[in-house]
């Protein structure tokens, strides 16, 4: 699938129009370079469930939880991972359960150790807006995209 998306408010209402459909389980990965919308997308995602707060993405921490009545959400900034082992040190296995959302930017700096994800969406930049690209990756992913449908 893919999607322009014209201005950062269309960003943010796509990051709200994914999240009502999301089940809990569900791992987003979402790559492309700095600036090309990944955390307004979060912010939009966010937004949707309810949270009022800033959101901002967690590039030193990491990980920033959320948690929400309906799931828990995680959203991982790894930009600046120096390796893939650093993930152990925060307990990486406990933010994917099944019952959670991991929306996580710069996935490919896990090398493997973040598994398959659902659904893969890669930001491009457009000359005027940005353009993602949405890629299941398992049937949930699947399921997911035929729901928007």
Same mark, same amino acid.
């Given at each position: ?5 014209p201005?950062?408010?269309d960003?943010?209402?796509?990051g ?6 999301? !089940? =809990?389980?569900?791992r987003l990965f979402?790559?492309g ?5 990944k955390?307004? #997308?979060?912010r939009?995602f966010?937004?949707q ?5 800033a959101?901002?993405? !967690?590039?030193y921490t990491?990980?920033? !939880?959320?948690? #929400?009545?309906?799931k828990?959400?995680?959203h991982?900034?790894l930009?600046?991972l $120096?390796? =893939?082992d650093?993930?152990e040190h925060?307990g990486?296995?406990?933010y994917?359960? =099944? ?6 930017e710069?996935?490919e700096k ?6 398959r =994800?659902d ?7 457009l000359e005027?807006?940005r353009?993602?690209v949405?890629?299941a990756?398992t049937? $949930? ?9």
């Amino acid at each position: 699938m893919i999607i322009e998306v014209p201005e950062s408010a269309d960003m943010e209402a796509l990051g709200g129009q994914v999240a009502l459909g999301c !089940p =809990p389980g569900i791992r987003l990965f979402l790559q492309g370079e700095l600036g090309a919308g990944k955390t307004t #997308f979060v912010r939009g995602f966010l937004r949707q469930l309810g949270f009022k707060g800033a959101v901002k993405s !967690p590039t030193y921490t990491l990980v920033e !939880p959320y948690s #929400f009545a309906e799931k828990p959400v995680y959203h991982f900034d790894l930009y600046r991972l $120096n390796s =893939p082992d650093e993930l152990e040190h925060i307990g990486l296995r406990d933010y994917f359960s =099944p019952t959670a959302v991991c929306l996580v930017e710069w996935p490919e700096k896990a090398g493997t150790r973040l598994g398959r =994800p659902d659904l893969l969406i890669q930001f491009e930049f457009l000359e005027v807006g940005r353009k993602l690209v949405i890629k299941a990756k398992t049937r $949930n992913g699947e399921a997911l995209l035929q729901s928007w449908k």
